[in-house]
């Protein structure tokens, strides 16, 4: 019996051919006819799975107390992993469908303005680009491809050096940069721009440590910031918030609304939010984050004689009261305290005293930190039990601290990365970069004084936002933060009182690191962080490629 294999590999799929078109659906040999069919095309690349960044909970920034742990702080990363296949599907079905686009498009060429077919083009070469920014700054060289393959070229395909694709990604991404608008008309519109383009090179050459590549490109989205393109908006709290979904921060951010069906449901949303407002508390900050922001006097907290571990939320940068929920403030229309003998708390929402449902005094499942996440989170979640926010994938202020990291890097400290960093530490406080007296503004033209800064300033300002990961592999500190345990708050039933919430300043090292071993049985450890620095610091190729095609050599020590 004669058989047709049809053959899928890296998201692409070769077939021999057959003269065959799909019942239900257009096919490649008879789309891109039109102006629409072109949009329609690079419109269905505009979806979160090929842009979001990485998961917070692979960090030492959040823990998720039903799910324990995940393979990269588990230490148990490997080739059959579900989260690495989809990810490497994800990259290379995107990258597949650009490249039929780019192959077929000028059949439209006829009926589609000449400037439109243009910025169609760039669109898709920056999502091409993008979708290998994030393969090889993820698993290191990976298969190159830049035209649909045949089958006996699928089947036949190598690996590619990483600097390799490195250049390309950056030579498309100039071109990208060169063709599309930096803005458009209605702010309502979200599509690539300029900016964008500049923004995803910035990023990347910053993860591959090439600091001149960064610094250039930051710094062109430097100059449209003061063309009034870009600006740090003005409160951070509400940047996270719906109001923020129309800022002039956002570079790059994938909608999603209620309206049309695309949001986080009931359960998700139930993770996030406190359990007397009728949620989980179970998808948390960890005290490593929280212990992370400086005091007001831009000091760490063992350094700072402003921070009390009896009142630890007192005399904090602002970032860390809009990040996580202060105890003893208002949310969700109730009073917030984890206390172990707060057994009632007032609900404003009520207007009357209700059972504390957050004191795991009360309720054994309340946060096991005893922290909640504020940022992100829309006072209706617990009304709605949905989450319907945009995907902020890249920010203005991000593009400040790529500027002031990649110079302080290539050792050219001056005026312009102090002010880069002081933007954004000024926006934190709520006042402008001028008023000096007003926040801890940075000062200091010490190579590695600015490093400790710049690293400190990127994971408060960017927790929840999926960056930590990457900061963590780069600054090759993974295999030191993804080792230390989570920690919780001690059982309540044994929990000494008068050292309650923390039992004594927590030692942070160099790294920011935090050292909770000293407090013995005043703190109880949740879980056993592990990472593998032999293999961890990329990812494996997923297992069914290898299977598929053994011309494609798996990463060291998988």
Known sequence: MRKIFIFMTLGL???????????TGPSTGTFYANQSELELAVNDLYRSVFWEND???????????????????????????????????????????????????????????????TRLEAEMRLIRAYQYARLITHFGDVPFITKTLSLEEAG??????????????????????????ASYLSSDIKRLTKGVALAVKARTALYLGKYDVARNAAQEVIELAKAGTYALNPSFRELFLKSGETSKELILSIPRDQAQKVFNGSEYVKDFISRTAGGYGADIPTRDVVDAFECTDGLPIDESPRYNPLDPFKN??????????????????????????????????????????????????????????????????ADRLVEDQDVYIIRYAEMLLTYA?????????????????????ARAYGVSVSQTTTYPVVTSMDQAELRKIVRRE?????????????????WKIAEKALSKPVIGLPDPTTQNRSKWPFPGVTPIDDDGIADYSIFGKDIKILNERKFDKT??????????????NPNIKQNPNY
């Open 13 to 23: 799929m070769s077939c021999n051919k057959l003269d065959l078109n799909p019942l």
């Open 55 to 117: 998961n917070e909970l692979f960090s030492d920034n959040e823990w998720h107390r039903a799910q324990l742990t995940n393979a990269v702080i588990g230490g148990t990363m490997n080739a059959d992993n579900t989260s690495v296949q989809t990810y490497w599907l994800n990259c290379y079905k995107a990258i597949a469908r650009a490249c039929s686009f780019l192959e077929n498009k000028d059949r439209a060429a006829g009926n589609t303005p000449a400037a439109v077919l």
């Open 156 to 181: 036949s395909i190598t690996k590619t050096a990483q600097a390799k694709i490195a250049d390309f990604i950056f030579s498309e991404l100039d071109f990208a940069a060169a063709n599309l608008p």
């Open 316 to 381: 904090r940068d602002p970032r860390l009261g809009a990040t996580v929920v202060e105890f003893n403030s208002y949310w969700l229309g109730n009073n917030y305290n984890p206390h172990p003998d707060s057994l009632q708390i007032w609900s404003s929402k009520l207007g009357r005293k209700v059972t504390n449902s957050d004191s795991r005094a009360v309720a054994q499942f309340a946060s096991y930190t005893g922290f909640l996440w504020k940022k992100g989170i829309d006072q209706t979640w």
């Open 405 to 425: 990291e990649a110079r302080i890097e290539l050792n050219e400290i001056d005026g312009t990365v102090l002010d880069a960093l002081n933007q954004v530490r």
């Open 458 to 474: 990127r994971r408060v300002e960017f927790v929840r936002e999926g960056l930590r990961y990457m900061d963590l592999i780069r």
């Open 535 to 548: 293999r961890q610091y990329v990812w494996p190729i997923p297992a069914i490629e290898l299977r598929q």
